[in-house]
Nanobody, 114 residues
Framework: QVQLVESGGGLVQPGGSLTLSCTVS????????MGWYRQGHGNEREWVAS???????NYAGPVKGRFTISRDNAKSTVYLQMSDLQPEDSDVYYC????????WGPGTQVTVSS
């Protein structure tokens, strides 16, 4: 059974940093592209960043230059390093296997507030 579990969310002041982790079990994560998404209350879930199985990275415009996605296949973990966080980055962050019908994690809350 495939399972994704996000961690690392929390409360941070504007301009601060957080690193999210997504630990994957039940599959060989090396074979899969992975992505991070976010969803705020009442909003649609939006794509944030993705990384291919060859570690090619892509970012949504609002986070480019501030967020970095990476993967450690030996640890079956995908990371999202977030810097210069702003209140508009406050959302529940999810990781996902970026394939049709790919599994989602339950999400981790990020709140940016002074």
């Amino acid at each position: 059974q495939v399972q994704l579990v996000e961690s690392g969310g929390g409360l941070v002041q504007p301009g601060g940093s957080l690193t999210l982790s997504c630990t994957v079990s039940g599959i060989d994560v090396r074979l899969y592209p992975m992505g991070w998404y976010r969803q705020g209350h009442g909003n649609e879930r939006e794509w944030v960043a993705s990384i291919t199985h060859q570690a090619i990275e892509n970012y949504a415009g609002p986070v480019k230059g501030r967020f970095t996605i990476s993967r450690d296949n030996a640890k079956s973990t995908v990371y999202l390093q977030m810097s210069d966080l702003q209140p508009e980055d406050s959302d529940v962050y999810y990781c996902k296997m970026n394939v049709p019908g790919g599994s989602w994690g339950p999400g981790t809350q990020v709140t940016v507030s002074s």
